[in-house]
Antibody, heavy 115, light 106 residues
Framework: EVQLVESGGGLVKPGGSLKLSCAASGFTFSDYYMYWVRQTPEKRLEWVATISDGGSYTYYPDSVKGRFTISRDNAKNNLYLQMSSLKSEDTAMYYC????????WGQGTLVTVSA | EILLTQSPAIIAASPGEKVTITCSASSSVSYMNWYQQKPGSSPKIWIYGISNLASGVPARFSGSGSGTSFSFTINSMEAEDVATYYCQQRSSYPPTFGGGTKLEIK
């Protein structure tokens, strides 16, 4: 059974940093591109980051480029999202998702950016 | 960036009624997905590649469209279909989502 379990969310002040993790199981993690997608309090869904199966290629929207870094450890079946210079508009539920069609999602981890 | 506009934003249907949601793209796309999200849960892939049902999705659901106009249809509404449905394109970067359509039951 495919499982994705996010962790690491919490309350952080504007300008602060946070690192999210996603533990994957039930499939060959190293075979898949992985993604982070967030859902704002208004329920809008936004793509946040992509990483290739081997980890060599990463992609970001302009809204987080230079502030967020996606990475992975294929030996540990873990996906990460390092977030820095956080802004109030980064407040959202963060999900990790598998493959280009986001065919599996985790349960999400909540990030709140507030003073 | 391709903008996706869903309509209606909210729709209420009676059991057995046909439901259609539309997704309009600001530029032509060739690959459209639909996701179902129930309250308190993560989104789930429901339809991929315009018209392909994800595993376990009942046959009363269907997707169609091309270019800038796409639709999502439930042939016969059931209580378990109450959810918010989102369209998403991945034809061009960045991948983008529609604003969602909340489906309620009368």
């Amino acid at each position: 059974e495919v499982q994705l379990v996010e962790s690491g969310g919490g309350l952080v002040k504007p300008g602060g940093s946070l690192k999210l993790s996603c533990a994957a199981s039930g499939f060959t993690f190293s075979d898949y591109y992985m993604y982070w997608v967030r859902q704002t309090p208004e329920k809008r869904l936004e793509w946040v980051a992509t990483i290739s199966d081997g980890g060599s290629y990463t992609y970001y929207p302009d809204s987080v480029k230079g502030r967020f870094t996606i990475s992975r450890d294929n030996a540990k079946n873990n996906l990460y999202l390092q977030m820095s210079s956080l802004k109030s508009e980064d407040t959202a539920m963060y999900y990790c998702a598998r493959d280009r069609d986001y065919d599996y999602w985790g349960q999400g981890t909540l990030v709140t950016v507030s003073a | 960036e391709i903008l996706l506009t869903q309509s209606p934003a909210i729709i209420a249907a009676s059991p057995g009624e046909k439901v259609t949601i539309t997704c309009s793209a600001s530029s032509s796309v060739s690959y459209m997905n639909w996701y179902q999200q129930k309250p308190g849960s993560s989104p789930k892939i429901w339809i991929y590649g315009i018209s392909n049902l994800a595993s376990g999705v009942p046959a009363r659901f269907s997707g169609s469209g091309s270019g800038t106009s796409f639709s999502f249809t439930i042939n016969s509404m059931e209580a378990e279909d109450v959810a918010t449905y989102y369209c998403q394109q991945r034809s061009s970067y960045p991948p983008t989502f529609g604003g969602g359509t909340k489906l309620e039951i009368k």
